[in-house]
């Protein structure tokens, strides 16, 4: 999606149903720098206030995320192009959250290793040795479970029984047994509780 586009088109719509930012702004329940930011490109609006922005504006949402007036005859080629830009930019944002959890999983190894050499070669043994091997665990956890958060944050879990794909709440996986990216979780669909290989495509 065009962000320069669409905060033109908006600034366009919003100019022929004789309103200014502010005024946009108050109806929608927003400060007028959102206005402002969805004007200059720098933002879209969010997607709980898009169907009201849509009514005020007298536009479609489809017409929104393309920023421009559709006619009859083009709606469908323009929902397709639409869906089409929509699951590449989604593709795109979870290979990047993919590639974070790896980096954050592979700097905290290096660093939990690192740090139990450090322990080792220059703590004395005893009270103080164990202490500081607990303290490097417990600061280890804390990107272990951020990591966690973001591969729950990309793609699914497939059903080992059913080959139902669905996403669990971060409750769900953090309790769950796993080995690597497959977890012991309990299906919605078959109600099953089997091992779920982490899917990325959807």
């Known amino acids: 999606m065009n962000q320069l586009k ?5 600034a366009q719509q919003r100019k022929s149903v004789n309103l200014t930012q502010m005024q946009l702004a108050e109806k929608l329940g927003i400060t007028d720098r959102a206005v402002s930011k969805w004007e200059r490109g720098l933002a879209l609006p969010d997607s709980s206030i898009m169907l009201e922005l849509c009514e005020i504006l007298k536009i479609s949402v489809n017409e929104l995320l393309n920023g421009e007036k559709i006619s009859m005859e083009n ?11 929509m699951s590449k930019e989604m593709e795109a944002k ?14 905290s190894m290096v660093a939990l290793f690192g740090g139990f050499a450090v322990v080792y070669f220059f703590v004395p043994e005893g009270v103080w040795q164990i202490v500081a091997i ?19 944050s990309v793609g699914a879990y497939k059903c080992k029984n059913c080959g139902h794909e669905f996403v669990p709440t971060y409750k769900q996986a953090l309790n769950a ?6 977890r012991h979780l309990k299906c919605p669909n078959c109600h099953k509780r089997t091992w779920c290989k982490k899917v990325i495509k959807k």
Do not use: D, R, S
Request: charged content about 15%.
């Open 6 to 10: 669409i905060g033109k088109f908006i």
């Open 177 to 182: 047994m796993h080995m690597g990216f497959t």
């Open 94 to 107: 979870n290979k990047i959250i993919w590639t974070n959890m790896w980096i954050i999983m592979i700097v």
């Open 134 to 152: 607990l303290a490097i665990c417990v600061v280890f956890l804390i990107p272990c479970f951020y990591a966690l958060k973001l591969e729950v």
């Open 75 to 85: 709606n469908e080629q323009k929902n397709q192009q639409l869906l089409l830009e």
